[in-house]
């Protein structure tokens, strides 16, 4: 097994940060479909697939417009979704917890999909966010190729940036497809992952 092979199998994750080049927004989505729809159009002519078929003639687009628009979509700073405060005005000062967030995100390492569950929770400090917030905010930063630990901990900090408190947990229970359907085939494996921060670092 050569190096690069072994970097994706070891699930390493570099930084906090998705890896990004430089400019890498200086041209619109939809010149980025049409550059991708032409390199899938031609990765599909490399594995012998006869494009003029009907039912794959129009394949190349489509995996450009769902990488671009849907899947990945996080990847653009402009698609973060706003995140309004509202007063505490009931004087809730225990823990919220918001479970079984649906997530789904894609491995950076093979590109299939990692699909699991997302539980946060967070006390008060004063203000509130939204419901609908939280797993719009989940789901901003599952749209992009991930590693779930770099995941976990862009959730936390999300969360603790829009509600102006370090009293933040995540936990994220996923399935990695590319432990699933590839390599050693573990159907039967899940990875947890956590970030606790503020209060919750407290054993009480």
């Not at 990847?75 to 917890?97: C, G, R, S």
């Not at 967030?101 to 004063?126: D, M, Q, R, W």
């Not at 603790?160 to 408190?165: D, F, R």
């Not at 947990?169 to 085939?185: E, M």
């Amino acid at each position: 097994m050569n190096a690069i092979e072994l970097i994706g199998e070891d699930h390493i994750g570099t930084s906090l940060e998705t890896p990004m080049r430089e400019h890498a927004f200086d041209i619109s989505d939809e010149q980025k479909i049409d550059l991708i729809q032409n390199h899938f159009k031609e990765i599909m002519h490399i594995l012998g697939l006869d494009l003029k078929d009907d039912s794959l003639s129009g394949t190349p687009y489509r995996v450009a417009k769902m990488y671009v628009k849907e899947v990945f979509s996080g990847l653009n700073p402009a698609n973060k979704p706003e995140a309004k405060l509202f007063e505490n005005k009931y004087e809730y000062n225990e823990m919220l917890i918001e479970k079984d967030i649906t997530l789904y995100s894609y491995c950076e390492h093979h590109f299939v999909p990692i699909i699991g569950k997302v539980h946060v929770a967070y006390i008060s400090n004063g203000q509130v966010i939204g419901l609908s917030k939280i797993n719009r905010l989940v789901q901003y930063y599952a749209k992009r190729p991930q590693v779930q630990e770099r995941l976990t901990n862009q959730i936390a900090e999300g969360l603790k940036e829009a509600l102006q408190s370090d009293d933040v947990a995540v936990i994220i229970d996923a399935t990695h497809l590319c432990v699933a359907s590839r390599g050693i085939k573990d159907t039967n494996t899940s990875t947890i992952t956590a970030h606790y921060s503020g209060k919750f670092q407290s054993e009480k």
